[in-house]
């Protein structure tokens, strides 16, 4: 990101700069794993420039953490949106999206969870909560279409299937099918509350 002296600077174009750079490394290493130094160094900007656009290193860490919110919520919203109106296939096309980033060679879990268990406290855990709930928002509206006579509660118990696939795709996924093994939990679960089960692919 340096840049010759004298060039003029986009801000919006340094902030998402450093965003990006930032959102690898503290995905790699943890929010303790590197500090601020470092962080700098790796991003190619001076601290004066890192708290100009983000206040501190905390400050940071939320730009980074929401900014990846937006992009996973996003990422499954359109899998959803893409496997057609019925309830079960899009649950399905959510499940399939994240089997896709488990075997990413680079897969370390959930970096907002992660970041969250790495520090109890502002300003990883409210990230965390606002990414859980964006969850939520997304199962439950599935939930409800599918004819659940308790979504929220049916949006829940999906979502402990996605957190706790996540954890094992990252920690103890032994034959590679965890994604798919949740993926069926997930339909069973929606068949039994209503909603139309089986794989619908």
């Known amino acids: 990101m340096p840049v010759a002296k004298g060039t003029p600077l986009d801000p919006g174009r340094t902030r998402e700069a450093i965003l990006s750079s930032a959102t690898d490394l503290l995905y ?61 296939a899009q649950l399905a096309a959510i499940f399939d999206a994240l089997a896709t980033w488990y075997a990413e060679p680079e897969f370390r879990g959930c970096a907002i969870v992660n970041a969250a268990t790495q520090r109890h406290g502002a300003p990883a855990r409210p990230a965390a909560a606002r990414h859980l709930g964006r969850y939520l928002t997304l199962l439950t509206d599935i939930a409800t279409r599918a004819g659940s006579d308790q979504p929220q509660r049916l949006a829940r118990q999906l979502l402990m299937l996605i957190e706790g696939a996540t954890v094992l795709a990252d920690h103890h996924d032994t034959d590679g099918r965890t994604a798919a093994y949740a993926k069926q939990a997930a339909l069973d679960l929606l068949a039994a509350h209503g909603g139309r089960g089986g794989d619908p692919a």
């Open 28 to 88: 790699r290493r943890g929010l303790d794993g590197v500090g601020v130094g470092e962080l700098c160094a790796a991003v190619g900007a001076s601290k004066e420039t890192l708290y100009r656009h983000f206040g501190s290193k905390d400050g940071l860490v939320d730009a980074v953490l929401a900014a990846r919110s937006d992009r996973v919520v996003r990422w499954l919203t359109e899998a959803a949106l893409a496997a057609g109106p019925e309830p079960a």
